[in-house]
């Protein structure tokens, strides 16, 4: 088992900044790739960021590209979302989630956390 535990987000002026931290517990933390997700109100969970488990990061969802910046310490069992020149349409509830490197599928998820940003 793996467990994730999101933190910092909250409300936001339209241009502003969040850096968002899911901190993960329970087995090899650098065995797993690990992915940011979001999921607004009334739209279906999208992907946002992946860093793979040796660092490499994935393609960002375009809708993001340029402005997010996903990063991972393994030392910290920790995984990041930088996030920057922020758009009301960024407001969502953010999910980190893991996945075993040698697998497809997220396997865990976290509680997520708000972010809303205002126009």
């Known amino acids: 088992q793996v467990q994730l535990v999101e933190s910092g987000g909250g409300l936001v002026q339209a241009g502003g900044s969040l850096r968002l931290s899911c901190a993960a517990s329970g087995r090899t933390f650098s065995d797993y790739d690990m992915g940011w997700f979001r999921q607004a109100p009334g739209k279906e969970r999208e992907f946002v960021a992946r860093?793979?488990?040796?660092?490499?990061?994935?393609p960002y969802a375009d809708s993001v590209k340029g402005r997010f910046t996903i990063s991972r310490d393994n030392a910290k069992n920790t995984v990041l979302l930088q996030m920057n020149s922020l758009k009301p349409e960024d407001t969502a509830v953010y999910y980190c989630a893991a996945r075993d490197f040698r697998t497809t599928s997220y396997e865990y998820w976290g509680q997520g956390t708000q972010v809303t940003v205002s126009s």
């Open positions: 860093v793979n488990w040796k660092g490499g990061v994935a």
